[in-house]
């Protein structure tokens, strides 16, 4: 949605998405593994027989909120804020054979059941400095992210919370219309 306001040039956005993306698969593992010590001249081998299935589920919604706001005819403050929820369970399971043809066994070591979390509050400012051959952006976001994951095989949760600083700046000079210089940093 964007919505231009009285004043020449303050106008805001709100922007929303959701997507969902399911995946399922599966497909088998079989090798043999040969394994040497030239120390003591002993050979080892392992045979793997696997059936891998895939589960996976991804749920994300964002949305932002842009308002700009003339400082002058050639300058402009841009202030942003989103928030995003990110949701994903990935089911991976792998099965050994209790007979030839017959996966039914789980084997737990190479399985697992993640369930995870993601919540990110994200704002920022730039200025715009825009004349008619000369553009010049600077400003910076910063991102609170707070992050949960649970394994259900091994029953261990994992928390963390972090925070992303994202400076930005770019200068482009347009000769015409077809043809300009720019230079651009994005800092992570």
Do not use: H
Not at 20 to 46: A, C, H, R, V
Not at 143 to 162: G, P, V
């Amino acid at each position: 949605y964007n919505r231009k306001l009285k004043k020449l040039g303050r106008n805001f956005s709100i922007n929303l998405s959701q997507r969902i993306n399911k995946k399922n698969s599966e497909g088998y593992l079989k090798s043999l593994n040969n394994f040497y010590d030239i120390n003591e001249n002993l050979t080892n081998s392992e045979r793997i027989d696997q059936l891998k299935t895939n589960d996976i589920t991804t749920n994300s919604f964002s949305s932002n909120f842009t308002y700009n706001e003339p400082i002058t005819k050639d300058l402009s403050l841009v202030f942003n804020y989103g928030i995003s929820y990110n949701n994903s369970q990935a089911d991976k399971k792998s099965y050994n054979a209790s007979v030839p043809s017959r996966y039914d066994l789980l084997d737990i070591e190479y399985s697992n059941d993640f369930t995870a979390n993601q919540l990110i509050n994200q704002g920022g400012a730039i200025f715009n400095y825009r004349k008619p051959k000369t553009t010049i952006n600077f400003g910076t976001r910063i991102s609170a992210i707070n992050f949960d994951q649970f394994e259900a095989y091994s029953n261990q949760k994992y928390k963390r919370s972090f925070i992303n600083w994202t400076p930005q700046a770019s200068y482009q000079y347009k000769f015409s219309a077809q043809r300009s210089l720019r230079f651009g940093y994005n800092g992570y």
